[in-house]
């Protein structure tokens, strides 16, 4: 049975290593365990679970074997006690696995005494050993020198590399890595002080392949306090750091394209307990606003404060009422980037209602100074042409009426034979101040038309 057993860990001075069978016998136990309990292997073969290790609760073997079968991947992590010969107790912390060796159904017990090794403490980093090699990780041990003496099929499997190439090197010797002088000069100074290193490590496939490692790297040490192995143990994470690579891209191109905008993209969440801010808005904020954007992904109420008094009521409205109807929010109001700038902004997002009863809108806001500047204009050119028009109707238009009434007059005085001179010079003098009228009509038309083309011609 201990050939089944890795040397590193039959060898181990500081793991605990027992098998057991079905009924609870000790079949195997590695030398750290039998020191630890004082007692010869030929002693403990064939010895029940029970006699040697128990806790206060009284579990069973039973109990432990039952609890591994009954869950895929099952494991039992519980603390027990030995009395030693000479009446000591030795307490240790174990974790227990069902495991077939040769198709026979055993218990692998992998277990460290509490005075050396507290699981709950926090300058020892949970790195057990059975957990990492029955799970995804990709595990190595080295010597105190760094030659690596063992990696489990994971590490061969990612890094395409056989046992063969691997065992009797160091890691640097075999692998390209992309750091830093310093940043492994860090790690070989934590390492040296008794703590586990803990980081992410990019290093080159046989293949050249680019692979990004979670990575712990924790120092083994005998019971004299001599450091005896580093346990290696790395967790593929190349998915998630192209992942991460391509959402920083693609912001960076989102950055680029809102950058050229003439306004700002955003997200504005109000909450239940009507705090504000904007999540997500870029930098664009700060022309139309005044404001870094900094501030508003931590508070709102300054863009808010922006807000020509004579629009804040109906802006506050209008933001109200597309919250509580889930309508889009399309409004026209004025900003105050300073005492003497104002600026019209329009504003268009869609709302959505959160779980949590939150309102979140996506949305943009421009600048449409110039926009309402020509609807300004074009409401005075507007007004012009209307007064011209209304010139032309009426006030041109009775003076023209009184001057062809006076024609059809003057026609029929002309067909008499006995002609009246002065009644004729009446109706000559009244055509003539029609005329007058008329040419001063005339000319109020062709100043509002010349200042129209002014106005026009200050435009262009």
């Not at 069902?98 to 020892?124: C, F, K, M, Q």
Request: glycine residues 4%; hydrophobic residues 40%.
């Amino acid at each position: 049975m201990s050939d089944c057993i890795p040397d590193w860990l039959a060898e181990s001075t500081a793991n605990l290593v027992v098998l057991l069978n079905q009924s609870g016998d000790f079949v195997y136990s590695n030398n750290a365990f039998l020191n630890a309990i004082q007692i010869g292997m030929s002693n403990i073969v064939g010895l029940q679970f029970n006699t040697i290790l128990r806790n206060s609760l009284q579990t069973s073997f039973e109990d432990i074997f039952n609890y591994c079968s009954q869950i895929e991947n099952g494991m039992k992590s519980i603390d027990l006690e030995c009395e030693l010969p000479d009446g000591d107790v030795m307490r240790s912390s174990w974790e227990f696995k069902n495991v077939n060796i040769d198709g026979a159904e055993l218990v692998v017990g992998i277990g460290r005494t509490i005075a050396d090794y507290n699981v709950n403490s926090p300058d020892h980093p949970d790195l057990n050993i059975s957990r990492a090699v029955s799970g995804n990780a990709l595990v190595s041990i080295t010597d105190p020198r760094g030659r690596i003496t063992m990696v489990n099929d994971n590490f061969c499997r990612y890094t395409r590399f056989e046992r063969s190439e691997l065992i009797g090197h160091r890691h640097q010797e075999v692998f390209k890595d992309l750091h830093s002088k310093d940043f492994w000069k860090e790690m070989i100074e934590t390492l040296r002080k008794g703590q586990a290193w803990v980081n992410e490590v990019n290093l080159k496939s046989k293949y050249d392949e680019s692979l990004w490692f979670h990575t712990f790297i924790n120092p083994i040490y005998d019971i004299n306090g001599n450091l005896t192995q580093l346990l290696h143990i790395q967790f593929n994470i190349t998915a998630h750091k192209r992942l991460a690579e391509e959402k920083i891209d693609l912001f960076r191109k989102y950055k680029k394209i809102t950058a050229n905008l003439p306004g700002f993209v955003y997200q504005y969440l109000l909450q239940t307990d009507h705090s504000h801010y904007f999540p997500f808005v870029t930098e664009g904020v700060a022309e139309l606003y005044g404001l870094p954007a900094d501030i508003l992904r931590i508070d709102a109420s300054p863009a808010f404060g922006k807000v020509h008094p004579d629009d804040s009521e109906e802006f506050r409205r209008s933001i109200r009422h597309s919250a509580d109807h889930l309508t889009l929010w399309n409004h026209k109001f004025r900003v105050c980037r300073s005492e003497n700038d104002v600026v019209w902004v329009q504003g268009i997002a869609t709302p959505e209602r959160l779980e949590n009863g939150n309102v979140v809108w996506h949305g943009f806001n421009y600048d449409i100074t110039e926009k309402k500047s020509s609807e300004e204009q074009l409401l005075k050119h507007q007004k012009q042409l209307d007064e011209i028009a209304f010139i032309q109707a009426h006030e041109f238009r009775r003076p023209v009426a009184n001057m062809l009434g006076i024609f059809d007059i003057l026609v029929l005085e002309s067909k008499k034979e006995q002609k009246n001179v002065k009644q004729i010079e009446y109706w000559l003098e009244l055509m003539y101040e029609s005329v007058k009228q008329t040419d001063e009509i005339i000319a109020r038309i062709v100043n509002k038309t010349a200042e129209e083309e002014e106005l026009m011609e200050l435009e262009r």
